[in-house]
């Protein structure tokens, strides 16, 4: 029997099914790892949306404040939750999709374990390839908009302070 951590019995021992077996296994796992990608991409596409959301309202207010030539500086306080918010919803977005690399990347370890004792092994080419050719993940570009959006948000959050203190200092006493 070849080394192989997911075969604990012989061919010989299990019987004529073996192979059917293994391959009928590794459809699981393939099927699996689809799976948890279908689940990534909806994922990404819920914070997306979200985060677009808040910054759009964030927006409108903002605007709406503005126009109103308020000089309320409590008032723009409550819209620093706005930024605020966005900022963990973007770190959680991040560490979600962190958590996925890793399922990944056990999932594409079982896969490459079922693939040392079957005849071919596309999936190890495919990441051999791509490995190759300097192939971007688009979730890495995932990784990069969240990262994009905590920027953002500090950006909003240090021109509110800016704005609130020449407000507060306008103010004759």
């Not at 409590?74 to 706005?82: D, G, M, P, T, V």
């Not at 690399?101 to 896969?111: F, N, P, S, W």
């Amino acid at each position: 029997m070849e080394e192989n951590s997911l075969i604990h019995i012989s061919k010989d021992d299990y019987g004529k099914d073996f192979q059917a077996h293994l391959l009928e296994q590794y459809k699981v796992v393939r099927s699996g790892i689809t799976d948890l990608q279908n689940d990534r991409n909806t994922h990404n596409n819920f914070y997306l949306v979200i985060l677009t959301g808040l910054v759009s309202v964030f927006g409108f207010l903002i605007k709406h404040f503005l126009s109103q030539n308020s000089q309320d500086w409590k008032l723009l306080l409550i819209f620093a939750i706005f930024p605020i918010l966005s900022m963990v919803i973007s770190v959680i977005w991040i560490s979600l999709n962190n958590s996925y690399d890793k399922a990944l990347e056990i999932r594409y370890g079982l896969l490459k374990e079922y693939e040392n004792v079957l005849p071919s092994v596309p999936f190890t080419k495919e990441k051999d390839l791509r490995d190759n050719n300097k192939y971007i993940k688009v979730f890495d570009i995932f990784k990069c908009l969240a990262n994009t959006f905590i920027v953002f948000n500090c950006l909003i959050l240090i021109g509110l302070d800016v704005y609130i203190m020449w407000i507060i200092w306008s103010i004759k006493p």
